[in-house]
């Protein structure tokens, strides 16, 4: 068993070495041009579950998915052997959707700050009293 603190060092450089294999390496047209957000190494250092944003609109992220999934076996043999590993993650690829969910709320919140025309006023100080007469 690796240590967190481990397993958080090889995510980052599985992360790293990964970008740059598929930007070079990686020949099949559906990754194209893609993010990595995060890369998650189980405690057994059995499989890395790898966060990825496709950038541009190019191809749906399922297309990208479908196309790093076919590329796995050769980026898990290639980060393996750049990074020293004597035995590298299976790479399970997983679609980011934190980045659509927070652009949604974004603009939740700007719809119903222009349709509220106080919602970027202060609000009245209350009063104590409730209007009846002691």
Known sequence: MAGKARLQRIGAELQRVLAELVSREVKDPRVGMVTFTAVEVAADMGVARVLFVPFGDRHPPDEVQAGLTRAAGFLRGEAGRRLGLRHAPRLEFVYD??????????????????????????????????????
Do not use: H, W
């Open 97 to 134: 959707e934190s980045i659509e969910r927070a652009q949604r709320l974004t603009r939740l919140i700007d719809e119903a700050v222009r349709r509220d025309p106080d919602a970027g006023a202060p609000a009245a100080p209350a009063d104590d009293d409730d209007g009846a007469s002691r």
